[in-house]
């Protein structure tokens, strides 16, 4: 079985050919019209993105992150600038990837009940949040 992605909404699938896909926006837009589509890469603690080359992605900027599918926001109810999307490992196990919508931040939350495995640099930045939420 191989790891895979998805909407925690409608459970679609978000990767296709070996990225992450999301609908994506600048934080501070209101319009619809101004969103993009951003291409991930799959493997956590890896931060390469793909959008086109028409858009500008500015490095510390916040996005908000959407599903492709059901438009639903991918947010996290960690903290406001972390996104939530679901994690299949390759025993098919459930969790819960929180990762920075701060472009350029490095950080990634690998969450399964009380088990938190942590990646990116910037990781520890969000740590006191994580902690002070129930996670059971």
């Known amino acids: 079985m191989k790891t895979n992605y998805s909407c925690p909404h409608c459970n679609s699938p978000l990767l296709l050919e070996n990225k992450l896909i999301f609908t994506a926006r600048h934080a501070l837009s209101d319009s619809i019209s101004e969103g993009f589509l951003l291409l991930m890469n799959p493997e956590i ?78 990781a520890p930045h969000y740590l006191d949040f994580i902690s002070l939420i129930d996670l059971s």
């Open 45 to 122: 603690g890896h931060y390469e993105i793909v959008v086109h080359p028409d858009v500008e992605v500015i490095e510390g900027e916040k996005y908000e992150f959407y599903c492709p599918v059901c438009h639903h926001k991918l947010h996290s109810d960690l903290n406001e600038n972390l996104a939530m999307i679901q994690y299949y490992d390759e025993n098919d196990k459930l969790f819960e990837l929180h990762f920075s919508k701060i472009s350029g931040q490095k950080s990634t939350y690998k969450i399964m009940g009380r088990s938190v495995e942590t990646f990116g640099i910037d």
